[in-house]
């Protein structure tokens, strides 16, 4: 399976959060939209992508603080006869303002291989962004795959 976009839309008020996730198995493409709650792994994850997409934008520790990953897109390399791998990310984050809107940020879309040289540095993430992309599409992955929090069922 292979993760190609993950949305994340937080509860509201009376409306509830929902993940939606795109992949695909084979030739076949799927969306799923769940309401569930997923493990803390994934919001740990997507935060830790968050810090990264700070890095990217170039923007303060401080503002970031506030600011949520709110989706990741993913793309891959198919050649035929071969499994196929990831090659470019980006991610979009939402940040509110003190006026109560909500700006939207996404970066660049890079490379998801090591630079071998400081000239392609500008067009690749770094090892540990790598590395967090990746934690990431395991937990999206295992949320596609029913692993998800679950509420006390309140048995004695």
């Not at 709650?37 to 923007?59: I, R, V």
């Not at 006026?99 to 400081?118: M, N, R, W, Y």
Request: aromatic share 8%.
């Amino acid at each position: 399976m292979k993760i190609r976009k993950v949305k994340i839309k937080k509860a509201e008020g009376d409306k509830p959060g929902a993940i939606s996730i795109s992949y695909q198995r084979g030739e076949d493409l799927f969306t799923m939209v769940c309401h569930d709650q997923a493990m803390p792994a994934f919001y740990t994850a997507a935060a830790n992508l968050g810090d990264h997409a700070m890095e990217l934008l170039e923007l303060t520790k401080k503002y970031g603080k506030t600011a949520t990953v709110v989706s990741v897109s993913l793309s891959y390399k198919y050649d035929k006869g071969t499994d196929s791998e990831l090659t470019l990310a980006s991610i979009s984050i939402a940040k509110r303002l003190l006026c109560g809107q909500v700006v939207s940020l996404v970066t660049p879309e890079k490379a998801c291989i090591l630079a071998t040289d400081k000239g392609m540095a500008l067009y690749c993430h770094t090892a540990e962004c790598i590395d967090a992309i990746n934690w990431f599409i395991e937990q999206a992955a295992n949320y596609v795959g029913g692993d998800r929090a679950q509420s006390e069922m309140g048995l004695d």
